[in-house]
T-cell receptor
Framework: EPEVTQTPSHQVTQMGQEVILRCVPI?????FYWYRQILGQKVEFLVS????????KSEIFDDQFSVERPDGSNFTLKIRSTKLEDSAMYFC??????????FGPGTRLTVT | AQTVTQSQPEMSVQEAETVTLSCTYD???????LFWYKQPPSRQMILVIR??????QNATENRFSVNFQKAAKSFSLKISDSQLGDAAMYFC???????????FGKGTKLSVKP
């Protein structure tokens, strides 16, 4: 069964540093998403991406965040200057059309 | 706007017994999907069961079934013959709208006692 992959599984970074979280969605999927889940809290929507542009973003997704699909396979989330409160599990997801989202295993980001 | 409410932060069930996790939602969409996801300690989101809103028949997947009450906007998950491996966070989710975005509930932590 096809799956969404994410790398790294765990990223530790210092406050103020830039991080890039990588995702490889399922190859024929068209819609891509990033979510985050702060430990013990609900999963939060960050951004959706379709046709090479952001289709919707939440209030969490401020100027510190950006997404890119640089080569038609990877889907990246960049945080320019990380803060302590960015520590969370970040999930990538993809879907083809009106179907369930396939989630990746997540990247645990720890900002120290 | 779509909302999902899971009113039970934690639930506990004895192994081999049945437990029901509640979920209510609100949406103005006529076409939407409902899901239950399981999140074990590994944190990966695993799809447990899905329900298309236009279908009246309740979805069933092995030991997992739902009680979908569309008029009441209720979508509860029943786990029969609970197993130790069922212990996890369970998230209810609605999917729909022109953007196709997901809204998760806050989750219910299920413990299974041996």
């Amino acid at each position: 069964e096809p799956e969404v992959t994410q790398t790294p599984s765990h990223q530790v970074t210092q406050m103020g540093q830039e991080v890039i979280l990588r995702c490889v969605p399922i190859s024929n999927h068209l819609y891509f998403y990033w979510y985050r889940q702060i430990l013990g809290q609900k999963v939060e929507f960050l951004v959706s991406f379709y046709n090479n542009e952001i289709s919707e973003k939440s209030e969490i997704f401020d100027d510190q965040f950006s997404v890119e699909r640089p080569d038609g396979s990877n889907f990246t989330l960049k945080i320019r200057s990380t803060k302590l409160e960015d520590s969370a599990m970040y999930f990538c997801a993809s879907r083809l059309t009106s179907d369930e989202q396939y989630f990746g295993p997540g990247t645990r980001l720890t900002v120290t | 706007a779509q909302t999902v409410t899971q009113s039970q932060p934690e639930m506990s069930v004895q192994e081999a017994e049945t437990v029901t996790l509640s979920c209510t939602y609100d949406t103005s969409e006529s076409d939407y999907y409902l899901f239950w996801y399981k999140q074990p300690p590994s944190r990966q989101m695993i799809l447990v069961i899905r329900q298309e809103a236009y279908k009246q028949q309740n979805a069933t997947e092995n030991r997992f079934s739902v009680n979908f009450q569309k008029a009441a906007k209720s979508f509860s998950l029943k786990i029969s013959d609970s197993q130790l491996g069922d212990a996890a966070m369970y998230f209810c989710q609605i999917y729909g709208g022109s953007q196709g975005n997901l809204i998760f509930g806050k989750g219910t932590k299920l413990s299974v006692k041996p």
